[in-house]
């Protein structure tokens, strides 16, 4: 973990929070599935910028492209059209500097915490960050997941397994992580948490991060850019700076801003949902969003 005291500093000091970090950046990519009469067109012309240091949340509505996106960007697809660039480079399959959680668990079940922290590196037999077991340990404790080291997945609660699955991509050092809709299934109590823990992390050395979400709340605690999705095929609607301080803490959910980025956001995914809502699957990803706004 590097620099840790600059990128904790404030933002008004004029310290660019880039500095050392990996930026990506999606040039009209577009993507679909199926044969020719049932050809179904998920994203559209998607062109984003994720910015080196920053806490990119990515909002849309379910069904309309997030985890296409995802995928793109992990390598596991391709695009049809457009590049997808990190630092320059073209993306042209799955590579361990982009690290990606998913809402699955994908932690092996013969496995203890540590084994299942440690296994990528070891198998591949490429870790360079010196120690793997004590880097392991560390990030073990980093997670709060010292006294489960040990312990099998299935004897961890859901939000011990996602932050064993934090570990588990961080061990690598990716240049860039992507999270797609990582703490949904959890309980209420348990996401906040999640939350806090993920944002700890994050604040802590400002690892360039994609953060794919349904739900506004979370989107809005959590980010420095708000990336708004329209209805499938997606496309960017709109992008928002969203200017609360850090570190970040629930109190900010309540203030004038947060409810005024809040409503821009909530608009357009308005907006969007109306105009297929013929659609009855983005309807209901529609509702779903709208549901847990909570007020
Ligand atoms: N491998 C695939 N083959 C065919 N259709 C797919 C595939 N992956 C996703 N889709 C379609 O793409 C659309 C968007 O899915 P997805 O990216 O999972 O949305 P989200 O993550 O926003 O809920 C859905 O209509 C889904 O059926
Ligand atoms: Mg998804």
């Known amino acids: 973990m590097t620099d840790a005291g600059p990128a904790n500093m404030a933002a008004s000091e004029g310290i660019d929070f880039g500095a050392g970090q990996s930026r990506m950046e999606l040039k009209n990519v577009s993507k679909g599935y199926g044969e020719e009469w049932e050809f179904d067109q998920v994203l559209g012309n998607l062109s984003l910028e994720v910015e080196a240091g920053m806490l990119t949340v990515v909002v849309g509505p379910s069904g309309c492209g997030k985890s296409t996106l995802v995928n793109l960007i992990a390598g596991f697809e391709t695009p049809d059209t457009g590049t997808i660039l990190l630092d320059g480079s073209e993306v042209t399959g799955p590579g361990k500097e982009r690290m990606v959680v998913f809402q699955e668990t994908a932690l092996m079940p013969w496995q203890t915490t540590y084994e299942n922290i440690v296994f990528g590196p070891k198998l591949r037999g490429d870790y360079q960050g010196g120690n793997l077991e004590a880097e392991a340990v560390k990030l073990i404790e980093k997670v709060g997941l010292a006294d489960f080291k040990d312990k099998y997945p299935l004897q961890l609660s859901g939000g011990m397994q996602r932050r064993a699955e934090l570990a588990r991509a961080l061990i690598n050092e990716p240049r860039i992580m992507i999270m797609d809709e990582p703490f949904r299934g959890l309980d209420a109590m348990s996401?906040?948490?999640?939350?806090?823990?993920?944002?700890?992390?994050?604040?802590?050395?400002?690892?360039?991060?994609?953060?794919?979400?349904?739900?506004?709340?979370?989107?809005?605690?959590?980010?420095?850019?708000?990336?708004?999705?329209?209805?499938?095929?997606?496309?960017?609607?709109?992008?928002?700076?969203?200017?609360?301080?850090?570190?970040?803490?629930?109190?900010?959910?309540?203030?004038?801003?947060?409810?005024?980025?809040?409503?821009?956001?909530?608009?357009?995914?308005?907006?969007?949902?109306?105009?297929?809502?013929?659609?009855?699957?983005?309807?209901?990803?529609?509702?779903e969003v709208y549901a847990k706004t909570g007020d």
Do not use: C, W
């Open 191 to 287: 996401r906040e948490l999640m939350q806090e823990f993920f944002l700890k992390i994050f604040e802590e050395n400002r690892r360039t991060q994609i953060f794919v979400t349904s739900e506004i709340d979370e989107a809005i605690f959590l980010a420095d850019r708000l990336v708004v999705l329209s209805n499938k095929p997606a496309e960017v609607r709109t992008v928002i700076d969203i200017d609360l301080p850090r570190p970040r803490d629930f109190k900010m959910m309540s203030s004038p801003e947060a409810y005024r980025y809040k409503s821009e956001a909530m608009e357009i995914l308005h907006e969007e949902a109306m105009k297929s809502f013929s659609d009855s699957a983005s309807a209901s990803g529609f509702m």
